[in-house]
T-cell receptor
Framework: QKEVEQDPGPLSVPEGAIVSLNCTYSNSAFQYFMWYRQYSRKGPELLMYTYSSGNKEDGRFTAQVDKSSKYISLFIRDSQPSDSATYLCAMKRMDSSYKLIFGSGTRLLVRP | DSGVTQTPKHLITATGQRVTLRCSPRSGDLSVYWYQQSLDQGLQFLIHYYNGEERAKGNILERFSAQQFPDLHSELNLSSLELGDSALYFC?????????????FGEGSRLTVL
């Protein structure tokens, strides 16, 4: 079993839809949770970062962490075709160096 | 542009060969990380260097080695290549002490082993 599970998709939605992307994990020692966005033929870029449980909002993006359920989510409001990309969740323990454990990524397609 | 430069962008080689991938981190970043991305495994952490010293190792094969030089650029050496080594290899860098998980990734080196 992988430490971090993520549905690969693809997830296809119409422009303007609310998108929900999710990851589950098995290691309760994870304390830092991140979402990266990866466009085709590019490297991943950090979108959101959350420490421990709770919500964090940044523009159209909201990240949620539920440590009791070992479940994290990324919501995208008013989705745009430019949001079409692969979204990777990542997490790490507090005591680790900077070793991030990534999910396999969910491919999102926002149709105009 | 993340500021991390990787060369070459594409590489095609044969089984049994050896290749070297090069990475220049962002200006001022002391940490360099190497990740392997394949279709079935996702992004896998290989190794982390900080200011020339190895700090952490992931699932890096013995056939693979890396180093970080005094000018902070890093090289990943892959030897005795196998078909299964075909993947995207990413380098990332970060500020020393950054605990936010923010890694700045290069655009990757796509390795194809025939």
């Amino acid at each position: 079993q992988k430490e971090v599970e993520q549905d690969p998709g693809p997830l296809s939605v119409p422009e303007g839809a609310i998108v929900s992307l999710n990851c589950t994990y098995s290691n309760s020692a994870f304390q830092y949770f991140m979402w990266y966005r990866q466009y085709s033929r590019k490297g991943p870029e950090l979108l959101m970062y959350t420490y421990s449980s709770g919500n964090k909002e940044d523009g159209r993006f909201t990240a949620q962490v539920d440590k009791s359920s070992k479940y994290i989510s990324l919501f995208i409001r008013d989705s745009q075709p430019s949001d079409s990309a692969t979204y990777l969740c990542a997490m790490k323990r507090m005591d680790s160096s900077y070793k991030l454990i990534f999910g396999s990524g969910t491919r999102l397609l926002v149709r105009p | 542009d993340s500021g991390v430069t990787q060369t070459p962008k594409h590489l095609i080689t044969a089984t049994g060969q050896r290749v070297t991938l090069r990475c220049s981190p962002r200006s001022g970043d002391l940490s360099v990380y190497w990740y392997q991305q394949s279709l079935d495994q996702g992004l896998q952490f290989l190794i982390h260097y900080y200011n020339g010293e190895e700090r952490a190792k992931g699932n890096i094969l013995e056939r693979f080695s890396a180093q970080q030089f005094p000018d902070l650029h890093s090289e990943l050496n892959l030897s005795s290549l196998e078909l299964g080594d075909s993947a995207l290899y990413f380098c990332a860098s970060s500020l020393a002490g950054a605990n936010t998980g923010e890694l700045f990734f290069g655009e990757g080196s796509r390795l194809t082993v025939l």
